[in-house]
């Protein structure tokens, strides 16, 4: 069975760092484009961050230049370095795999994220 497990979430001062990690299984991994998204309470559902297949990387607007994604394949882990966290970066953030062939996405069950002094 395919599993998205995300970790590295917790509570940190604002402009502290985590990183966050997606570990997939049941997937070829290698194929697939990944993605960070997040949803805070009372809002939508956000895409952060994506990476493709071939490593090209896309942010959004409200994290360019704070946060990365990478990925490595031999240890099929997504990851997502945040640095100078903001009270507004707070949210849940979930993992999603989205294969490059026609086959179903999926997503991890979240991590909480809590940017707090």
């Known amino acids: 069975q395919v599993q998205l497990v995300e970790s590295g979430g917790g509570l940190v001062q604002p402009g502290g760092s985590l990183r966050l990690s997606c570990a997939a299984s049941?997937?070829?991994?290698?194929?697939?484009?990944m993605a960070w998204y997040r949803q805070a309470p009372g809002k939508q559902r956000e895409l952060v961050a994506g990476?493709?297949?071939?490593?090209?990387?896309n942010y959004a607007d409200s994290v360019k230049g704070r946060f990365t994604i990478s990925r490595d394949n031999a240890k099929s882990t997504v990851y997502l370095q945040m640095n100078s966290l903001k009270p507004e970066d707070t949210a849940v953030y979930y993992c999603?795999?989205?294969?490059?062939?026609?086959?179903?996405?999926?997503w991890g069950q979240g991590t909480q994220v809590t940017v707090s002094s």
């Open positions: 999603k795999a989205n294969p490059t062939a026609w086959t179903p996405e999926y």
């Open positions: 049941g997937i070829i991994f290698r194929t697939y484009n």
């Open positions: 990476i493709t297949s071939g490593a090209n990387t």
